[in-house]
């Protein structure tokens, strides 16, 4: 059998002010015709990922891109090609979009995609798309079980939709007691939570999934049967890990200092965007940025390649900033 060539792409996630999002439907004389795709092209021999997209989104649309920030590496095997996709997320650019390439294209939303069929290789970027740019950690132990509670239902209804349940200090009974209201509540809201690293009370509780402390992740061979698994990872071998064991999104960090760590200065943003280069040119899943951030914190974060920011204290100001 002859081995698929392998071919390096550049996609684009193009996104409007309102969160809709540009896919084009490959064209007649194309594999895969009639498919919905990211836009974007192969990076030629000698080119970045970063100029093979600039220039493959004018080719394709006309358009000159202001800023590219790297988000997913994913690979894909086709029939015809192993495919190694650098995706980038463009949210600024000039020029009128002109469709010089596709059959047709069409902005979506990821809550109510219309078109169909979808290249095989987008499910993942598309769940990933799905999920929101803040992720909020309790610490109900420090502030007390009753003040978290209100504080959720006020980040809730100010568009929180990621939580995240981290209460180790807790008693047993305090602590299953605090998560089925904690995650009550989120589910009100259509928010989904996380319970983190005990995977036993996640399933009682009815949480949407588990998240994995760095221990824990690197002693399992499997992933947990829930829909959603997030992991804390501190090195490009944990992240590594993370990928393996098909997480849904990492949580990267410290980046600042915290107020747990006062004397520890933090990674900082070069050194966290040098990690998710260590094995890619960009991360395979979704990675926070954690540790002393908010959410002024959001676009150096999209900058160094993070696609969101996690925060224990600054996720739960009232009103929420």
């Keep these: 059998m002859k081995t698929p060539k392998t071919v390096h792409v550049a996609a684009a996630v193009i996104e409007r002010a309102d969160g809709k999002f540009l896919l084009g439907q490959r064209a007649a004389d194309t594999v895969y015709a009639g498919y919905w795709e990211f836009p974007g092209g192969k990076i030629e021999a000698g080119e970045t990922a ?11 649309l006309g358009i000159e891109v202001v800023r590219a920030d790297p988000w997913l590496h994913r690979e894909h095997h086709y029939e015809h090609a192993h ?4 995706i980038f997320r463009v949210r600024q650019w000039h020029g009128e979009l002109t469709d010089r390439v596709h059959a047709a294209l069409s902005w979506e939303t990821i809550d109510q995609t219309k078109v169909a069929p979808m290249l095989p290789a987008n499910a993942p970027v598309l769940a990933a798309l799905a999920l929101p740019d803040f992720y909020g950690i309790t610490q109900a132990a420090t502030i007390g079980v009753s003040q978290q509670l209100l504080q959720l239902r ?16 807790l008693s047993n009974a305090k602590r299953e007691e605090f998560a089925q209201s904690a995650i009550d509540l989120c589910h009100e809201f259509g928010a989904r939570v996380l319970l983190n690293t005990d995977i036993a009370l996640a399933e009682k509780c009815g949480a949407d999934g588990v998240h994995l402390n760095a221990a824990q992740l690197n002693s399992l061979h499997h ?7 997030g992991a804390s990872c501190h090195s490009a071998a944990e992240l590594a890990q993370a990928a393996a064991l098909h997480c849904d999104f990492a949580v990267l960090g410290a980046v600042k200092p915290t107020a747990s760590h006062p004397s520890q200065s933090g990674i900082g943003w070069d050194k966290f965007s040098a990690l998710l280069a ?7 899943l979704p990675i ?3 540790g002393g951030l908010t959410k002024s914190d959001l676009d150096n974060a999209r900058r160094a390649g993070a696609h969101g ?4 204290r600054a996720a739960w100001v009232t009103p929420q900033t």
């Design 278 to 284: 260590a094995e890619h040119a960009t991360p395979p």
């Design 288 to 290: 926070y940025a954690i």
């Design 223 to 229: 992933r947990p049967a829930f829909a959603l698994v």
């Design 309 to 312: 920011i996690a925060a224990i």
């Design 50 to 60: 970063h100029a093979a997209l600039i220039r493959e989104l004018h080719e394709e």
């Design 83 to 86: 495919v190694h996709l650098n």
């Design 154 to 169: 006020a980040a809730l209804e100010k568009g929180l939709r990621l939580v995240q349940i981290r209460e180790a200090t």
